[in-house]
């Protein structure tokens, strides 16, 4: 995490002129000597610092007829307004030019990009939610369905549809199938997934943020077809266990499952306590 001192220096200050900007406002009106000991900045250095603060209009300078010389900060407050009024702005302007840039630039027919790290993969879901139009399609854990609550609500209450299935969610909202719990679930949890599309035309799919894995983003047809219908196959699957008998039907399903992918999927405690041992998947 960073510390307040490398926070204030995105500000636009370099480390001694933080150190400086510091001093003062703790400090108060007050001379060089005094800056220098309270921030630990060289005194061969705290005069050129405190030159450029006031160049800067972040700190004001008197100067008595004796020659001596006093600094007072720029109180916090108009500090802080100028700065957001100057990120405001530098942010509109990079992202103007940064959009007609993309705009300017060639598309290919598709696309594949990584995206690594949990921040970078929650921001990038949280920005594909709140351009959806119609429709946002998701299959996800609880840890990261969490921290993607607020923007889906606020889209379904925009009046965009909600749909998908989630694991190990109480409660999940209005449009979201919650996945039966079963051994294959319970167990074999270890490489966690979710999917997420929206109006059918981008996808962000791959390890659960919270794994720290990679995922993937497209906007190729292919993929967000076949990741549309693997999730309603996963929501079918569930409602037909659960129009019968999921315990009855699961002693079926899994055992089917791991002699189809032809490795062992399922562990030993499922077969434990359980009649017909594992021929059933013979």
């Known amino acids: 995490m960073s510390t307040f001192l490398e926070q204030l220096q995105l500000f636009g200050f370099n480390?001694?002129?933080?150190?400086a900007y510091m001093a003062?406002?703790?400090l108060g009106t007050s001379n060089a000597y005094q800056i220098s000991k309270e921030s630990g900045i060289p005194r061969a250095r705290v005069y050129d610092t405190l030159d450029t603060l006031v160049n800067r209009g972040i700190a004001m300078l008197e100067e008595a007829e004796d020659g001596?010389?006093?600094?007072?900060?720029?109180?916090?407050?108009?500090?802080?307004?100028?700065?957001?009024?100057s990120f405001e702005e530098s942010w509109n302007k990079v992202a103007d030019e940064l959009r007609t840039m993309e705009?300017?630039?060639?598309?290919?027919?598709?696309?594949?990009?990584?995206?690594?790290?949990?921040d970078n993969v929650l921001s990038f879901c949280r920005i594909m939610i709140r351009r959806a139009k119609e429709q946002v399609l998701l299959s996800m854990w609880e840890p990261m369905y969490d921290k993607l609550k607020n923007e889906l609500s606020a889209k379904e209450k925009a009046g965009c549809s909600i749909?998908?299935?989630?694991?190990?969610?109480?409660?999940?909202m209005a449009g979201l199938y919650k996945h039966r719990t079963n051994e294959y679930i319970n167990k074999l949890t270890e490489?966690?997934?979710?999917?997420?599309?929206?109006d059918g035309k981008e996808l962000l799919y791959g390890h659960s943020a919270e794994r720290k894995g990679n995922a993937y983003y497209t906007d190729d047809p292919v993929h967000i077809f076949l990741m549309a219908d693997y999730i309603w196959h996963d929501i079918l699957v569930n409602r037909l266990?659960?129009?019968?008998?999921?315990?009855?039907?699961?002693?079926?399903?899994?055992?089917?499952?791991?002699?189809?992918?032809?490795?062992?999927?399922?562990?030993?405690?499922?077969?434990?306590?359980?009649?017909?041992?594992?021929?059933?998947?013979d």
């Open 15 to 19: 480390q001694y002129e933080a150190k």
């Open 163 to 172: 749909k998908g299935i989630v694991f190990d969610v109480e409660n999940p």
């Open 191 to 198: 490489e966690r997934w979710f999917v997420l599309s929206v």
């Open 68 to 85: 001596t010389k006093s600094y007072t900060p720029l109180p916090v407050d108009v500090f802080l307004e100028q700065a957001k009024q």
């Open 103 to 118: 705009k300017r630039e060639p598309k290919s027919d598709v696309s594949l990009t990584t995206v690594r790290g949990e």
């Open 241 to 281: 266990v659960e129009a019968g008998s999921q315990e009855q039907l699961d002693q079926w399903i899994l055992p089917e499952m791991e002699q189809f992918f032809g490795r062992k999927m399922l562990p030993e405690s499922y077969w434990t306590n359980r009649s017909g041992g594992k021929g059933c998947s």
């Open 24 to 26: 003062l406002v703790s």
